[in-house]
């Protein structure tokens, strides 16, 4: 099994590139079904859970092409309409074709996509939603047979809760619905906004991106674009973390600092000094980082709950007692256990968990419970005393592109299978 060893206590200092946003590839991916014509796909991550979409992609009838961070999709001649259960699992937003594939199919048959470990992964918004732009949808014995009558037809849509996978499906049926639809208390996720500029650049009619209400026009039909993905977001802050973690200097480069503003007052309460400009980021850490008083995962623009593992890790080690409060998932937890397994004192109460800081950590052989959870454990690794070894890296690989090698680039002391990244 492959594992990373990781020799903590060096501080890290240099310039890390951010790829491009998993979260924003994978829709953007799922939205290529729909174009007419090819389209190229820019800054588009290494990473398992894109090749998993690639690989519906192409079980759906599509000529993909890769070539290095670019991809290309033609799905002109693609007439598929059925997803296997081995493809479904292999990544949870999968769900994310259903509304591809029946807008542009007429139908769609899906295994439910697997949970995973936050807990279950309810997709009821999704296909209530669905089913009021006329999708015809029968669950039978793990299966989603759906068809539509002629043509989606487009409506208003209120979500309960801002989910950015709903968001994404209703859009992605909607861009070529009959008629207007209107999606209230939609996601304003920023990988929201770069799958609108996807659509509007393949010729469909948005209004309201980024924005709790968003309007679409249908149109009959969508042709190719050449788009770059968004950097990732979620992987700054991880960086963000390994430099306040180590108490070191990164300049992360390529990014938008505009999303993580929600980021920004965290790190700066642990004591960190960040500076951002047009595209870059530096993070300048303190001798010993402060406790954050209280994190609450919230919807995006707030505190996003894929950083709520990476900043758990800093309070760690922080000076003081730093409370979580996880408003977004029912089980993002399972780091925990590991974490407590390298010395570190938390209390989890249901979506609460209380760390009391501690002066070190000790490695030891940790493993991956899910992709934040694993990050968590890295970040902790780089602060232990000793030597932390990580295993089940799947985890990471879906989210990560080349996590070990850039580390060891600005100063880690990190093997992968013992040899040197
Ligand atoms: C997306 O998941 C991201 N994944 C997640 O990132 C991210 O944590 C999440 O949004 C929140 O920002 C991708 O974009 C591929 P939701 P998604 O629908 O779409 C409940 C990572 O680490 N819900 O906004 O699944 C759900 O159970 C991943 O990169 C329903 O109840 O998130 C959860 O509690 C992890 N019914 C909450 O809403 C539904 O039909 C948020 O889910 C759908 C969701």
Not at 5 to 16: F, K, Q, Y
Not at 324 to 333: A, D, G, L, Q, V
């Amino acid at each position: 099994m492959s594992k990373l060893v990781i020799e903590g206590e060096h501080r890290l200092n240099g310039a890390v590139h951010i790829h491009g946003a998993k979260n924003s590839a994978l829709p953007i991916l799922a939205a290529t079904f729909l174009a007419g014509e090819s389209c190229e796909i820019e800054n588009c991550p290494l990473l398992s859970d894109v090749h998993a979409a690639i690989k519906i992609l192409e079980h759906l009838g599509c000529r993909v092409e890769r070539d290095g961070h670019t991809v290309c999709i033609n799905a002109s001649q693609a007439q598929g309409y059925e997803v296997p259960d081995t493809l479904m699992r292999e990544m949870r937003s999968s769900i994310v074709f259903l509304g591809a594939i029946a807008a542009k199919s007429g139908k769609a048959h899906l295994t439910f996509p697997g949970g995973c470990e936050l807990g279950p992964r309810p997709i009821d918004l999704h296909l209530a939603a669905l089913r009021q732009l006329g999708l015809h949808i029968d669950e039978e014995g793990g299966r989603l047979l759906c068809r539509v009558h002629d043509r989606l037809v487009g409506c208003p849509i209120s979500l309960s809760f801002p989910s950015v996978g709903a968001t994404e499906n209703i859009l992605l049926a909607a861009v070529t619905a009959r008629g207007t639809t209107t999606i209230f208390n939609a996601a304003r996720e920023p990988e929201i906004v770069d799958l609108c500029n996807f659509l509007t650049a393949c010729g469909a009619r948005i209004r309201g991106a980024g924005e709790g209400t968003i309007v679409i026009e249908g149109v009959d039909r969508l042709h190719g674009c050449r788009h770059r993905v968004i950097p990732d977001r979620i992987e700054t802050a991880t960086y963000m973390g390994a430099a306040a973690i180590t108490g070191g200097s990164l300049l992360l480069k390529d990014i938008y600092p505009e999303h993580v503003q929600a980021l920004i007052p965290v790190f700066e309460e642990t004591g960190c000094q960040v500076t951002a400009w047009r595209d870059e980021l530096l993070v300048n850490a303190p001798g010993r980082l402060r406790r954050i008083r209280t994190v609450r995962t919230l919807p995006y623009p707030g505190f996003p709950t894929d950083a709520q593992a990476l900043i758990m890790a800093l309070t760690c080690v922080a000076e003081g007692t730093s409370v979580f409060i996880e408003t977004i998932f029912e089980s993002r937890y399972k780091h925990v256990c590991e974490l407590m397994r390298m010395g570190a004192n938390i209390k989890v109460e249901g979506r609460v968990a209380v760390v009391e800081g501690v002066s070190t950590l000790s490695g030891t052989a940790v493993e991956c419970t899910d992709l934040r959870g694993g990050a968590a454990l890295v970040l902790a690794g780089l602060a232990a005393g000793g030597t932390t070894e990580i295993t089940q890296l799947h985890h990471l690989e879906r989210g990560y592109e080349a996590m070990a090698q850039t580390l060891a680039g600005v100063g880690a002391h990190i093997l992968y299978d013992g040899a040197d990244v």
